[in-house]
């Protein structure tokens, strides 16, 4: 009897010795993607723990775009899923003990991609936008002007609202305030030849000559490969009467772009008038041999050109 109780004993103590340890700790693991589900390696994935004592964790993804932690203890905590080029994905998420914690899977999108998404601050924006830009192509001014007036509350350094709103008050001829939207435009885009254009023709219109060439001038110095502003530099001076300095610009924009057309014609028509006739024929016939499309002025060069070789 005392050796079955013995035995029985030895049993006991086998069996107390071959149970396994329950885990005091959990796991997390998850994976990161892209907007195509295609994994995201080397993604770095933070941890945070928010049971009230400070602990972190830092993990990067592998080739699969797969992540572990382990040791953690069990409670609430927030992952934030990161990488250069990509906006940041944060979940809170429970980790239990035992089997791993599964993770809900990061999906990590470009800014463009983010701002794409239904719902995102751009989103929102851009649907303002388009709505105030369908109102004021309807000739609904005022109701156009309170649909831009609105977006500046949330977002007021967009530069295509303020130029969009000089153009109505040009329309409602309110020309100071008009002034004053092309010229935060321009601040808030300094590289813009479109804004710096209608500013300039503003001041023209306004009998402002100076300011405008002014304009034009800073407009031109700034992007001296854009064609479009070395041009507008030269109607602007052509207006003022000063032809030899637009006959500069023009040949600026040639340089710019040897293909555009218009420029040929007025550097052609500007020579005519400064009385260099060779160069005024050579730039005239270039016009005509770049198949222009302004019926008007080509039917102005072709009789120009009649004329000078008479």
């Known amino acids: ?17 071959a149970a396994p340890a329950r885990a005091q700790t959990g796991t997390a693991r998850g994976k990161v993607v892209d907007a195509q589900g295609q994994p995201v390696q080397d993604a770095k994935v933070l941890i945070e723990f928010l049971g009230g004592i400070t602990r972190k964790f830092e993990v990067k993804t592998n080739k699969k775009g797969e992540f572990m932690q382990v040791g953690m203890q069990p409670g609430q905590y927030r992952f934030t899923a990161s990488k250069e080029s990509f906006q940041p994905a944060m979940i809170e998420f429970r980790v239990q003990l035992g089997d791993p914690t599964e993770i809900p899977p990061f999906k990590l999108l470009t800014g463009r991609q983010a701002a794409e998404q239904p ?3 751009q989103a929102l924006l851009r649907s303002a ?10 000739g609904k001014l005022d109701e156009a002007e309170a649909e831009y007036k609105a977006i500046l509350e949330k977002s007021p350094d967009v530069p295509e609202i303020y130029q969009n709103l000089g153009q109505i008050y040009v329309a409602k001829k309110d020309y100071p305030a008009a002034e004053t939207a092309f010229s935060k435009a321009l601040e808030l885009n300094p590289g813009s030849t479109d804004v710096a254009t209608q500013l300039a023709k503003l001041y023209h219109e306004t009998g402002q000559s100076d300011k405008a060439i002014e304009v034009m001038a800073k407009a031109a110095g700034g992007n001296p490969t854009d064609p479009k502003a070395q041009f507008n530099q030269g109607i602007f001076l052509l207006n003022a009467n ?10 600026a924009a040639i340089k710019a772009d040897p293909n555009m057309a218009e420029a040929y014609f007025r550097l052609g028509t500007t020579q005519v008038g400064l009385g260099k006739i060779p160069e005024a024929l050579a730039n005239l016939e270039k016009y005509l041999s770049l198949n222009p499309t302004d019926a008007q002025n080509k039917a102005t060069a072709e009789g120009l050109i009649k004329a000078l070789k008479k």
């Open 129 to 138: 936008f388009q709505k105030a830009v369908e109102l004021q192509t309807a």
């Open 119 to 121: 719902g995102s601050a």
């Open 242 to 251: 000063k032809s030899e300095e637009a006959a500069a610009a023009f040949e």
């Open 1 to 17: 009897m005392k050796r079955a109780l013995m035995t029985a004993g030895l049993l006991l103590a086998i069996g107390l010795v």
